[in-house]
């Protein structure tokens, strides 16, 4: 069986430190193959916030990360950084690709950068981004679990939240389920969920929409805790299918496991 511990939202700069220790513990006794951060890593994209995040997921006892920037990771305030170098301070931390790609025996996970630094919280996706994902996703074995990470979600579950959902969402959606996606990773509002993205998308196969809450940051949402997904997969499973595991931190020092449902894939 393979793992993926997704995260998202860290907003390093406001995290708060026992939920980073148990962030740690936690992935310790899961034992992923793979860490997905789904952007927003900083808080207000500084150096030092960098710092912070990079010290966390070095002492991360995961095997494989995949790391993608988030609308936060852009500076805000320092124009001439937003002007000239958008991405400096992430990829002076995490390298020059901001749309890595993770690939196993049981697993291809395929990152999309979804921010543009001219806007502040707008993601969006380009038909250019669509196709070349959709690439990726055809060359995956039949056997393989194939994801796509994005930051901003390409489904809500509130009305507010509208307005945060990817720009391009319906044409990326058809592509990339066409192209043989499972799953629809990302983040950005700060509330988990699990959801199929069938009907709203009418699309012909099931894929599904997996986001992840703030992982670490005193930034909750409502009653909605700090939050990571455990996405559980075994190629030899009949009928297809994932397990996504949602654990929250419960106030005194640990993750807890919330909730856990099986996906049915095709």
């Known amino acids: 069986m393979s793992a993926i ?9 406001t995290h708060t430190s026992p939920v980073v220790e148990a962030l740690l513990q936690l992935a310790g006794e899961l034992c992923p193959d793979l860490l997905v951060l789904s952007g927003d890593v900083t808080q207000r994209a500084r150096a030092s916030q960098f ?13 494989h990360q995949l790391v993608l920037p988030g609308n936060h990771d852009i ?65 995956a074995s039949v056997e393989q679990l194939r994801v796509v990470v994005a930051h901003q979600p390409v489904r809500a579950t509130r009305d507010s939240d509208v307005k945060n959902l990817l720009r391009n969402r319906q044409a990326a959606v058809h592509a990339w389920a066409r192209a043989g996606a499972d799953l629809i990773l990302g ?35 409502g009653d909605v805790p700090n ?6 997969y075994r190629k030899e499973d009949e009928p297809r299918s994932c397990l996504v595991e949602r654990w929250d931190y419960d106030g005194h020092g640990a993750f807890v496991l919330f909730e856990r449902q099986v996906l049915l894939l095709q």
Not at 5 to 13: E, K, M, R, V, Y
Not at 103 to 114: P, R
């Open 75 to 139: 500076p805000l305030y320092n124009l001439l950084g937003r002007l000239f170098s958008p991405y400096g301070n992430f990829q002076r931390s995490f390298g020059s690709d901001l749309e890595p790609v993770f690939e196993s025996q049981d697993l291809l996970v395929v990152g999309v950068n979804t921010t543009r630094p001219t806007r502040h919280t707008v993601g969006e996706v380009s038909p250019q981004q669509i196709e070349a994902v959709a690439r990726r996703l055809k060359g």
């Open 187 to 221: 983040g950005h509002v700060h509330l988990p969920h699990v959801r199929p993205l069938k009907e709203v998308h009418e699309i012909s196969r099931p894929v599904w929409s997996v986001l992840a809450g703030t992982a670490v940051s005193h930034r909750v949402r």
């Open 51 to 63: 710092r912070a995040a990079l010290d966390f997921l070095k002492r991360m006892p995961v095997p």
């Open 5 to 13: 511990l997704q995260i998202s939202d860290t907003h390093f700069g």
């Open 227 to 232: 939050s990571v997904n455990l996405i559980r």
